[in-house]
C-alpha cells in the first residue's frame, strides 16, 4: 500500500519561499512508471496541478506556466521522498497543498493528507 | 474559472441515480485525452474514484460509473447513499496549458 506524508510549516511571510515534503512508503521516487506531483486547493482557484517529477533514465520535471518562474520540484533518492519550492510568494499562493502519485493516463491514485498553508506577515 | 465545467450542486434521493457532467474543449477532452473523477470530502484527500474515462480502482462500488464523449465526460452514480455525499471533481489533460487540469467541482446532497 502506498502511503504519502506531508511535512512543512503550515504559515509562510509574504516573498518567501513555500517548502514542502512528501515522504512515500510502498513505492520509490525512483519508479520508472510513476511520477509525483503537488496539485494545491483554494477557494478561488480550485484543484489547480503545480507540477512533477519522475524519472526514466534520468530525472524530469514538468511545471504549470503559471507557477514555472517560482517553482522547484526535487526528489530525494536517499530518503525516498520529494519536495516542492515555491519562491515569492504572496497571499494568492494560501491554499491546502497536496502531494499526490500519478500514473500514465493522467490519473492521481494516492495523495498526501494535505497542508493548510497560509501567506501572511 | 475552471477549464473543465461542472455544474456547482446536484442531489437525489437515497436510492436514486445522479449524473455530473464535466465540459470541456477541443484542447482537452475533445483531443483525446482520459478524464478522471475523484471523490473529496472536507478535511481528507481527493480520492480516485474512475480513471481512464470509465475505470474502477480496486474498492470502488460498481455504483459508481464514468463516461466520455466528444468534448464532455460524466460520472454516474446509482443507488445513492448518504455516505456518498461529498464534492466530486473531474480531471484531464490540457494541451494549450500543458498541464493537467480540473474541474470546479461539484456537491452531491443526498436528500
Known amino acids: 500500500q502506498v502511503q504519502l506524508q506531508q511535512s512543512g510549516p503550515g504559515l509562510v511571510k509574504p516573498s518567501q519561499t513555500l517548502s514542502l515534503t512528501c515522504a512515500i512508503s510502498?513505492?520509490?521516487?525512483?519508479?520508472?512508471?510513476?511520477?509525483w506531483n503537488w496539485i494545491r486547493q483554494s477557494p478561488s482557484r480550485g484543484l489547480e496541478w503545480l507540477g512533477r517529477t519522475y524519472f526514466r533514465s534520468r530525472w524530469y520535471n514538468d511545471y504549470a506556466i503559471y507557477v514555472k518562474s517560482r517553482i522547484t520540484i526535487s526528489p530525494d533518492t536517499s530518503k525516498n521522498q520529494f519536495s516542492l519550492h515555491l519562491n515569492s510568494v504572496t497571499p494568492e499562493d494560501s491554499a491546502v497543498y497536496y502531494c499526490?502519485?500519478?500514473?500514465?493516463?493522467?490519473?492521481?491514485?494516492?495523495w498526501g493528507q494535505g497542508t493548510l498553508v497560509t501567506v501572511s506577515s | 474559472q475552471s477549464v473543465l465545467t461542472q455544474p456547482p450542486s446536484v442531489s437525489g434521493a437515497s436510492g436514486q441515480r445522479v449524473t455530473i457532467s464535466c465540459t470541456g474543449s477541443?484542447?482537452?477532452?475533445?483531443?483525446?485525452?482520459?478524464v478522471h473523477w475523484y471523490q473529496h470530502l472536507p478535511g481528507t484527500a481527493p480520492k480516485l474514484l474512475i480513471y481512464?474515462?470509465?475505470n474502477r480502482p480496486s474498492g470502488v462500488p460498481d455504483r459508481f460509473s464514468g463516461s466520455k464523449s466528444g468534448t464532455s465526460a460524466s460520472l454516474a452514480i446509482t443507488g445513492l447513499q448518504a455516505e456518498d455525499e461529498a464534492d466530486y471533481y473531474c480531471q484531464s489533460y490540457d494541451i494549450s496549458l500543458s498541464a493537467w487540469v480540473f474541474g470546479g467541482g461539484t456537491k452531491l446532497t443526498v436528500l
Open positions: 477541443s484542447s482537452n477532452i475533445g483531443a483525446g485525452f482520459d
Open positions: 510502498g513505492d520509490s521516487v525512483s519508479s520508472d512508471s510513476a511520477a
Open positions: 499526490a502519485r500519478g500514473y500514465a493516463s493522467g490519473h492521481f491514485d494516492y
Open positions: 481512464g474515462n470509465s
